[in-house]
């Protein structure tokens, strides 16, 4: 495990998401950063479809909104 350096602007939006999505700070850079890795590895893909696969390739179930008004 490293440290990571990151400007005070970077580092407070880290921490106001962090309240948000009710994470460590250290998660949501975590999160951030696969995130990112997955987006530059797959072009093509949406950031919803980039969720959808990392779900289902963890066995997650998640419900479809399709047909709801």
Known sequence: ???VTLDDDLHEQLRK???VTC???NAQAAYW???GMLC???PTLGFTEIIQ???H???V???SLSGAA
Request: proline share 4%; no cysteine; glycine share 8%.
């Open 1 to 3: 495990m490293g440290i």
């Open 17 to 19: 998401a962090s309240k």
């Open 23 to 25: 994470r460590s700070i």
């Open 33 to 35: 950063i696969k995130i």
């Open 40 to 42: 530059e590895a797959n």
């Open 53 to 55: 696969r990392e779900m």
């Open 57 to 59: 390739a963890a066995g």
């Open 61 to 63: 179930t998640v419900p």
